[in-house]
């Protein structure tokens, strides 16, 4: 009995050797299943991202109008309570943004087109204030140099420009922003008309129950909490405008309302929009006053100010559950304004916010699954 028994095992033997065999085997075929997972989830990212970059001019308008649709529903919401019809509330407060974004974009523009019409004259008085950098800014008269030697150093005796040139250069250049203009404004309203039932047919598409009420979720918390920060932004915002105006005027730079327009205006996009602003005190100063030093007393005070209202203030009025990771929203910011410009710079905030709600939600799904 023993002896069958141990031909019984020697004859296992064998098979247990290829079921170790094959229990190692299996590890490299674990690593290559990763592999293609990992190389299939990179292809589908890559493909998003050109897709995105290739139809930008559709999927700005229609993110940016959701944005909007979302800081301004809540206040039309509250007009249609007070006995407002819902379509007049809707129009009136889309047509009240739009005005208020014209008139920046109005005071903006002209002081910006007069210093681009002059930005040689502005460069070389800058470049005479900073007299400590004529060394380092030298190279750039050695590089014009050197290009005007290569194509000969001749200018043409004459110009012609060709009417039906310039006039279809114009069109084909307004055509691409008026029609995303419009875009945007009309997605803006029917979003903020029909959300609710935009919201309730996307949940549908889920066959699963569970699944289509997590989807209204996410839709609904994401869009209250964009809403909630862009309305509190809005809020420190003015503050910071009327700071900037006070700092521009006590320092005794020119047009202080400018100054506060763009301050509130640019502190919208976290990081950058503060830089530019602390930049553009600092070239201001230097066409204003005469000492290097006192170019320096507005940059200064305004780091200050932006400091304690990102890190201080505004945390602690939106609270900690609505706080996102400074190094993820830096990056979402480099890479929607590396992707979509300076409008995508504006959505990146939204954006990292939407995500991590479906991240929240999705996780709670999964777990719920898996128990």
Partial sequence: MQKSNLKLVRRNKPGATHLDSGAVSSGPFDAWAWAERISVVGLFILAV????????????PVVTAWVMGAILRPIAESAGRLGVPRVVAVI?????????????????????AYWIGHTKEL??????????????????DEIAHALSGV????????MHYDTSTIISGIVSTLTPVITQFVLFFFAMIFWMLYANKVKRGIARLFSDDRASVVARKVLDEAENKVSQYFGTLVVVNLCLAAVAMGLASAVGLPNPLLWGVLAGTLNFIPYL??????????????????????????????????????????????????????????????????????????LAVPMVISVVVLKRHLSSYSAVRAS
């Avoid at 991202?49 to 700005?60: R, S």
């Avoid at 006053?289 to 505004?314: C, M, R």
């Fill in 151 to 158: 194509s000969g150093g001749e200018e043409p005796a004459s």
């Fill in 273 to 346: 929009g503060p830089a530019v602003m602390v930049a553009t005190l600092f070239v201001i100063g230097l066409l204003t006053f005469p000492t290097l030093k006192g170019a320096f007393v507005a940059p200064l005070i305004w780091i200050f100010v932006t400091t304690l209202e990102g890190q201080f203030i505004t945390p602690t009025i939106i609270g900690h559950r609505h706080t996102l990771n400074p190094f993820l929203v830096f990056l979402s910011i480099a890479f929607w304004a590396w992707m979509w410009g300076p409008v995508g710079a504006f």
């Fill in 49 to 60: 991202g050109y897709t995105l970059f290739v139809v930008q001019d559709l999927f700005v």
């Fill in 92 to 112: 009136a407060t889309a047509t009240v943004a739009l005005l208020i974004l014209l008139a920046i974009v109005g005071l903006l523009s002209t002081p910006l």
């Fill in 123 to 140: 460069a070389l008085l800058i470049k005479g204030k900073l007299q400590l950098l004529n060394q380092p800014l030298a190279i750039f």
